[in-house]
């Protein structure tokens, strides 16, 4: 395994039963990637991540985190990762910090350093004022937020989230979003999986997409969108009078298909920048009042779509 | 290292079931009972005993109904409310949760018996005719019940793999500890006959156990201490699994191998007349145990085709391979090897037709455990179910069809009878053919499900 590569899983695989959940997946991780894990319900991400963390054995293959192999030392592999699972149960009668401290003496941490690492934790999941609070009394965001921290406390290289903004209101994913960021300046590799995939946008450098257990595409997020998705999208916004425009753009040989939306018409296009600036000549040429044109940039929902074979 | 450090359960479980509020109510709350029956008995002719004993029931009653109730819900309430995963994550080894969730779960138990003791020392400084030996005596026996209860409930809690068994295991708790209580009884008034009239040799019994004299109190001591410490065992191993260290295959076989000796060991009380069968009676009842808990394994122990399958695949590469085999394959080896065992010693010791039976029971658990293993290959969601209904079915039915027509003569065709009548090769044929009928339909099973490619 190269240096700079984290997670390496090699022909993975589970079944259950009869039912394969995931087949044969390789897929390389490097080192301080934020990997963004998607795929419909039952394509086998929550499979994927608990083999990951060694919390489910595979049926075949394996995979190597931090250069550890899942089935020779799963233990060793705990130590490795943070993970957490779409439910994360937490011991609501306990304080904020005897949570944290609960963990923190199973992690064995040092007495001495216990007490810095929760608050390094808290501060970085923004709870260090909570810390006296009963977990009860926490609202959902800061409940998925605490059990971050635990994920945190042993200072693992890795971390796989499953779903962790699921059931979050806007200001709760805002939150997390912000810590996903915080932890990938600092230089953790994560793996998050989720359905809610324009949040992933910002801070995801890589994509991974199950679809019915296997991995249909994975790589650095800007190639697998540019090799994904062949035509571009073009926003037009033109004045009120610019006569026919639809038969105009219709008429191009680049574009595919045009649809009008309330303010502007939204072009799939498959030519290059030459073939973009003969449009825009076209229509200019034509006596077309052109206010705007610009490209759309393709989000990891279109990337999506478009391996579902949907359209954007 | 302190002991919360090593055992962080125990850390959380103090600091969620002994809050300061939960801890001061309850010491009132004790005291108070136990002052108000002190003022209560305070004329009774033999108030210091009377009150000592009841001070004893006070104190014993939360360990075992309470505590029993905590350690049977200590893993199984994890597993249904998800927070086990995050534990199988840290670095805690399986004694280290298993000794945390025994001393942890029932902490706020272990709490009100403290909190009671005093009333006990008072007695014994007050009374003067209870001393410490009178203590220990009277303690030993409720100790050892609530050892056993405590970690037989933790047993049950490891055991439970899903949701519905976790909901049945953490209502258990409350059925042992009631068993618990019973058990106690019987034994405690067992204790007080033989005080009040030391003259009853009934209630003067003293065991044999290997030749070995004993009191009848000390051997249930004995033997609910030395279950209780297996129940921890058979826990920690099934956490073990969870933690995914390392499975030894000898565990469950060194537990057979221990249940036949143990009861091998124990015969009748020593100066009642021993009966001709006696020998007959112990070999029986050790198959009998061993045959019960291979059932009890096969049950609990679920290996789905998918693992046999990797097993029977693995038999070159794997080098874990003899520790990954099935539960119930282990136990059942184990079973009909100590059957083996005792069709010997009978065959030196004794002579007879009901020796047929450590050939027969083998069999027809084989075919029991065969048939189960069936069922988990079909895709019924209720295959342990559809397998005990079945099983008892093949046992129940046969007779009330038969027993009309006269035919009981019959009845080791479907069931582990020595059968007088007939020779030994035609007796234990009919169990050998279905065991081995119910064996071919399990590989012909697993090897016609579709095989992932």
């Known amino acids: 395994m190269a240096d700079d590569i984290l997670i390496e899983t090699i022909h993975l695989r589970r079944e259950y039963g009869d039912t394969i959940a995931v087949q044969d997946v390789n897929l390389t991780v490097p080192k301080g990637a934020v990997v963004a894990l998607v795929g419909p319900n039952g394509a086998g991400k929550t499979t994927l991540l608990k083999m990951m963390a060694a919390l489910l054995e595979p049926t075949r293959g394996t995979a190597r985190i931090c250069g550890l192999d899942v089935r020779e030392s799963p233990r060793e592999v705990h130590s490795k990762i943070g993970f957490l699972p779409d439910f994360y149960g937490l011991y609501d009668e306990l304080t904020v910090r005897e949570y944290l401290e609960y963990f923190g003496m199973a992690y064995r941490l040092e007495k001495n350093r216990r007490e810095d690492i929760i608050d390094r934790a808290l501060a970085l999941v923004t709870l260090i004022d909570k810390s006296s609070s009963p977990i009860e009394t926490l609202s959902r965001g800061m409940r998925q937020r605490l059990a971050i921290a635990r994920t945190l406390l042993h200072d693992p290289p890795v971390l796989l989230l499953d779903e962790p903004a699921a059931g979050l209101d806007p200001e709760g994913r805002h939150d997390l979003q912000q810590l996903f960021r915080r932890l990938a300046q600092e230089g953790k590799t994560l793996i998050v999986s989720s359905h809610i995939l324009t949040e992933l946008e910002d801070y995801c450098s890589h994509i991974a997409i199950l679809q019915k257990g296997t991995l249909a595409a994975a790589g650095r997020a800007d190639q697998i969108r540019e090799s994904l998705t062949k035509e571009r999208q073009l926003r037009i916004r033109v004045s009120s009078d610019s006569g026919d425009l639809e038969n105009l753009l219709k008429g191009f040989p680049n574009v595919e298909r045009c649809v009008k939306e309330p303010e502007c018409w939204l072009i799939s296009f498959s030519g290059g920048d030459q073939e973009q600036h003969a449009l825009l000549k076209h229509l200019v040429d034509a006596g077309v009042t052109v206010t705007f044109f610009g490209e759309e940039k393709r989000t990891i929902q279109d990337t999506y779509l478009a391996l579902m074979n949907r359209k954007p | ?453």
Not at chain 2, 84 to 92: A, G, K
Not at chain 2, 366 to 379: E, H, I, N, P, V
Request: with cysteine; glycine share 6%; proline share 5%.
């Open chain 2, 1 to 453: 290292m302190n002991l919360f450090s090593r055992f962080p359960d125990l850390y959380r479980y103090t600091r969620s079931e002994a809050t300061r509020a939960r801890l001061l109510a309850g010491f009132l709350t004790s005291n108070f009972i136990c002052f108000s029956v002190f003022v209560f008995m305070k004329d009774l002719p033999n108030r210091w005993m009377a009150f000592y004993h009841t001070a004893l029931w006070l104190q014993i009653l939360p360990l075992l109904v309470y505590g029993t109730l905590r350690t049977t819900g200590a893993i199984s309430q994890e597993r249904l409310e998800r927070t086990w995963d995050f534990q199988r994550l840290t670095p805690l080894n399986s004694f280290d949760i298993t000794l945390g969730k025994l001393l942890g779960a029932p902490v706020f138990g272990y709490f009100l018996f403290a909190a009671m003791l005093p009333w006990t020392f008072l007695v014994i400084l007050a009374s003067g005719d209870i001393g410490l030996a009178d203590f220990w005596a009277t303690y030993r026996l409720p100790f050892a019940v609530a050892f056993f209860a405590l970690n037989f409930g933790l047993l049950i809690s490891a055991q439970s793999f899903d949701g519905r068994q976790s909901k049945f295991a953490s209502s258990m708790g409350a059925f042992l500890g009631l068993w618990a209580v019973s058990q106690l009884v019987s034994m405690q008034a067992v204790h007080i006959v033989k005080r009040l009239h030391p003259e009853n040799s009934a209630v003067q019994q003293t065991v044999s156990f290997y030749s070995l004299p004993m009191s009848f109190e000390g051997f249930m001591i004995l033997s609910l201490v030395v279950y209780g410490i297996w129940a921890f065992f058979g826990a920690q191993w099934r956490i073990g699994e969870d933690l995914l260290e390392k499975r030894r295959f000898w565990r469950f076989p060194a537990f057979l191998v221990f249940l036949t000796w143990y009861t091998l060991g124990s015969s009748v009380p020593m100066g009642f007349p021993v009966p001709s069968n006696s020998k007959e009676i112990s070999t029986l009842t050790a198959l009998a145990y061993a045959c019960f808990f291979v059932y009890a394994g096969g049950f609990l122990w679920v290996e789905r085709a998918d693992y046999w399958r990797r097993w029977l695949r693995g038999r070159k590469e794997d080098p874990d391979w003899l520790d990954r085999t099935p539960v119930w394959v282990t136990g059942y080896i184990s079973l009909a090897v100590i059957a083996a065992y005792l069709s010997v010693l009978a065959l030196l010791k004794i002579q007879g037709g009901w020796s047929r039976v450590l050939v027969l029971l083998p069999l027809f658990a084989g075919r029991d455990l065969f048939f189960l293993q069936w069922c988990r290959f079909t895709r019924s969601r209720r295959a342990d179910m559809m397998a005990a209904i079945y099983i008892c079915l093949a046992y129940a039915l046969p007779p009330m069809l038969l027993a009309p027509f006269k035919l009981t003569a019959h009845s080791y065709l479907y069931a582990p009878i020595p059968q007088g009548q007939v020779g030994f090769l035609q007796n234990i044929i009919p169990g050998f053919l279905q065991m081995l009928l119910a064996g071919l339909l399990v590989f012909r099973k697993l090897h016609s499900q579709p095989q992932p490619e």
